[in-house]
Structures are given as C-alpha cells and as structure tokens.
C-alpha cells in the first residue's frame, strides 16, 4: 500500500500532467514553486546531481518558475555591456567580442522550450550575493541600462539580434542596418580596418532615437572654449555594439584653435587621444563647433554638432534652431531642455548583442543584496517596457532578505514601482524557517506576517504575492534549511495570509539533489485539491 505522502505525490504529479501547458507564475494562486537556475551550488563538477541543462529543470511538472541566476554587472561590464553568469552551462557559450558577455544560443533554445512546450515563467534574476556595483549614479544611468537590458533580452525589436561572438576581441566583423521608410542600407566593416572614405549608414528622418546616459559620467575641469576642426578616425578596435550604442573606438586627433595655456607648445599638435570610455583630454565642451567628430562621456553646452557621433554624453541648455544635425548619432545621451526647431535628425537601427538570440525572458527578478543606488528608476523603467509590450504578460520581482523592512531594498520596496511577487528570503537570516515555532498563535522570529502587512499596505501592488523563500537542500544555505515534512507545516502557516504565493528555493542543483524534497513541497502547497482527489479515489 502507498504511503499517504507517495500518494499525494502521484496525484500532484497527475494534475501537474493535465496543466502543463499552462504552468506558469501564476498571480491568483498560493501554490507556485519558483527554483533558481544558473549558479550549480551544489558545486558538483560532473554527475547526475550536478547543475544539468536548463531545458531539463522545465521539464520537471514540480517547477512553475526558473529565474536564472545572475546578471551580476551592470555599468561596468568590458565595452559597456552587462555581465551574465551561469556555472558550468556556461561551458556551451560563447562571448561577444570586445566584451564580457556572453552569447549563449544553447541557452536561448532552452528558453524558448520551456516556455512554448512546458509552459514555465523564465525570469532573469540581476544581482545576487557577488553584485558590487551599488547601483546607478543617477536615474538617467538606471534608466539607460533598463533600456538596454530590455533590448537585449527582451523581445526581439528594432533590428536583428547579433550572432557573431570569439573568445578574442582581436579581430571581428559587425553588420549595421539602417533603414527608412523608402532605403535599406547594410555596411560591414572590419574592426581593425582603417576606413578610406565615409560612408554614412544613416539616413535623415523625423524620428529620433533618445536614449539617457548609461555611465553618468562627468567633470568638474573647467570649460575650455575651443574649437575641434578636424578629427581624422584612423583605427576602431573592438566596436561591441551597433545597436543604439558604440563603445571602445581610439582616434587620433588633430587639435587647432586650443588656447596655448592648455599646450605649452605647439598650439597644433597631433597626438592619440582615447574619447571613449576614458578620461577626456577636453572634457568639457562650451560654445563650440563640432564637425566630423566623435566625443563620448562629455558636457556639451550650446553647440552645433554635424556629422558628429556622441556617446554616453549629456547635452544639456543646448539650442538647435533652424538647424541641421546630419549623420549624427545620439548614443545613450541625455537631452535636457533643448530647443529644436526647423531640424533634420539622424535616425538609426541596427543590429544588436543578444545572448539568448530571438529568444525573450518573461521578466526580471531583482536579487539586490546590498544597498544600490537609484534602483527604483531602474525598476519603475523595466515596469514600463514590459507593460507597453502587449503580446504576452510579463513580471517583475524581488528577492529581499526576510529582516523587515529589508534595508538592500527599503526604497523599491516602498516606491510606486508595482511589483507582481517577492521571493522573500527566510535563510541565512534570524527570521528565517529555522525560527518557526509548531502550534504557537503568534510567532516571534519567523516573520512572514510582516510581510504579509507590507504586502496590504505598503505594497504599491496590494495584490503581490509573496514566496516563501527556502534553501533547496542541506547545503544550499549556512542557515535555514528544514526538511519537507517540517516544512509543509510552515506552508500551512502562510497559507492562513491572503497574499502568500507559493515557495522560493535556492537552487535547482540542490533541490532536485535531495531525494523528494521538491516533489514534497509541491504536494504541501496543492495539499487541499490533493486531499479533496483523495477522497473521491479508491486508491489500492
């Protein structure tokens, strides 16, 4: 005869068969099971226990949810591009040239998998424990980087996604497109040619690709009135992007016109001059013309600028009145308070890094760790792409420590930004699992009637969903891990709060690691539907 537990399980295991193609983070529903992939934490090189593919974990009925762990750098990702990582999956990826990130169609396929044939919520998961960065500099930073992320891992738009990716940034090829409403036009150019004409990609057009500072960065040198007359591009070495973005070029320059205090002699001179991602030898623009050239990381106050790239640049006061900008490219910039009227602008599209290729995540699921800096434009801009995106529902989560309020996350937790879940933490904490007290009305340590009371008050979503967040086996965390039958008493705890969700577990190696474990937990959470099954079956 079965044990009542392996009998709950075969009946989860049923309905999980029958709704499959539907399984997914489901907002009305407190038995969700969200696993995170990406890290291998049980730390096992090879064998059936070590972090196996993704499309593996999707396949398993028990599982309605997979962040994948983690974007871990944002702005100071090589060539401007963020970071990913995966553990020993990483092993069938590739990287971009000229970058750290990692191009990995294995993965996209297993994405698109889980989500079309089983049916699963793939989230990216930003941050974890290694994340440093604190953030942004300023909003405009959070909000670029929002843009960019979106562009290279959500739906495909605006251009086709890059596939061209070495292990050595020495020597590639990039495919621009432009288009119009009347011309096509592609270009390739080697990244270590030196170029004998140019040849814009660009063609003129109302429309306006604005875009914000990605690096937020400035100078507090003072202005220099100057005037840039010739700018010769003789070398590029690895350009990472031709998206809305270009990164790493060196130029050398031909400067006139500069004030001899700047140079004891000569006034001319010509010499490299790194304008990218470097600190500038001029980095502060006033009054000035700019033809032919390329400034990157720079104020620029009150200028003309034709035929001229800008990149990661703020132009700020600046008045562009009867007005030509041609074959310019506003690159991850800043417009404030500009005036433009009567004016051509350059607009462009092109190709861009995508490292799950046409494949699209269905959210983002942000695991901040430590305090980060404006991460609340960065959310609140991430909520606004996905939720202009019409053709499928998209989430945004959290994953706080469960130490209420969370300080890592006090100022998203409490902004406007609507949340759909929070994969609360309760390990490696005083208020985690460990701290449940069996039968006690009120419990002390174990605190997830603080966030219940977040969820219904402070919550800019009072309908979010918070996940009970444990570790998926005896290692996975130095402190909090209980087995599945303590845990399943734990579980009918939350269930008496109206916005509990389901259960979190860190990670998939370690939980399916651990014997029944996730089998269990999934049988705890759909407990009331199994044992009203039951009563209706003769089981033998």
């Known amino acids: 005869m079965s044990s009542s537990a392996s009998i709950a ?63 871990y750098q944002m702005t100071t990702g090589t060539g401007g591009e963020p970071v990913i990582n995966f553990a020993n999956q990483a092993s069938d990826c590739q990287i971009f040239a000229g970058t750290n990130l990692l191009d990995c169609p294995t993965i996209g396929a297993d994405i698109t998998t889980c989500q079309q044939q089983y ?35 959500g739906p495909v738009a605006g251009g086709t996604p890059t ?14 497109t432009s288009t119009s409403s009347t011309t096509s036009t592609t270009s390739t150019t080697s990244a270590l040619s030196t170029p004998t004409s140019t040849s814009s990609p660009f063609t003129s057009s109302s429309g306006f690709i604005s875009s914000t500072s990605r690096s937020g960065r400035t100078t507090s040198e003072p202005s220099k009135s100057t005037s840039l007359s010739t700018l010769l591009l003789t070398r590029t070495v690895p350009v990472t992007t031709f998206s809305t973005r270009l990164t790493t070029l060196f130029f050398t320059a031909t400067l006139t016109s500069i004030p001899s205090s700047i140079f004891a002699s000569p006034t001319t001179t010509t010499t490299p001059l790194p304008l990218l991602n470097d600190t500038l030898t001029l980095p502060s ?27 990661n640049s703020t132009i700020n006061n600046s008045v562009f009145i009867n007005s030509t900008i041609t074959n310019s490219i506003f690159i991850n910039s800043t417009i404030i308070n500009p005036q433009i009227s009567d004016s051509t602008l350059a607009k462009r599209q092109s190709a861009v890094l995508r490292p799950f290729g046409s494949a699209a ?68 904490n005083p208020c985690g699992v460990q701290a449940f007290v069996p039968g006690a009305a009120t419990q002390e340590a174990f605190n997830f009637a603080a966030w219940d009371t977040w969820a219904k008050t402070v ?32 579980i009918s705890y939350c269930k008496s709060f109206s916005s509990f969700g389901g259960v979190m577990m860190w990670d998939a190696s370690q939980a399916l690691a651990n014997g029944g474990f996730l089998a269990d937990v999934k049988s705890a959470l759909v407990g009331s539907a199994t044992r009203m099954m039951i009563r209706g079956m003769s089981w033998r």
């Open 9 to 71: 399980r075969n009946v989860v295991a049923a309905l999980a068969l029958v709704t499959q193609a539907t399984a997914r983070l489901a907002l009305d529903s407190s038995s969700n099971v969200a696993v995170y992939w990406g890290q291998n934490s049980i730390n096992q090189a090879s064998g059936p226990n070590a972090q196996q593919r993704l499309v593996d974990y999707c396949a398993n009925t028990n599982i309605d949810v997979i962040p994948l762990a983690f974007l």
């Open 119 to 153: 049916g699963k919520t793939i989230l990216l998961s930003i941050g974890g424990a290694t994340y440093t960065e604190g953030g942004f500099t300023s909003s405009a930073q959070a909000i670029s980087m929002a843009d960019q992320l979106w562009e290279l891992f």
């Open 163 to 176: 596939t061209t990716s070495t292990s050595s940034a020495t020597s590639f090829s990039t495919t621009t």
């Open 285 to 311: 623009y006033v009054n000035s013309t700019f033809t032919n050239a390329t400034i990157a990381n720079t104020t620029i106050t009150n200028s003309v600028i034709n035929n001229s790239i800008i990149t």
């Open 361 to 428: 995540i269905d959210g983002f699921d942000l695991d901040i760790e430590t305090v980060a800096t404006n991460m609340v434009p960065f959310a609140q801009r991430l909520r606004e792409l996905m939720d202009a995106d019409t053709t499928k529902q998209r989430y945004l989560t959290a994953a706080p420590q469960c130490v209420y309020p969370d300080v890592a996350n006090s100022a998203l937790l409490s902004s406007t930004v609507h949340l759909d879940a929070i994969f609360v933490q309760f390990y490696n």
């Open 459 to 490: 919550s800019a979503n009072p309908a979010i969903k918070v996940l009970l967040g444990v570790p998926g086996g005896p290692s996975a965390a130095g402190l909090g891990y209980v087995d599945a039958s303590t845990l399943a008493g734990i």
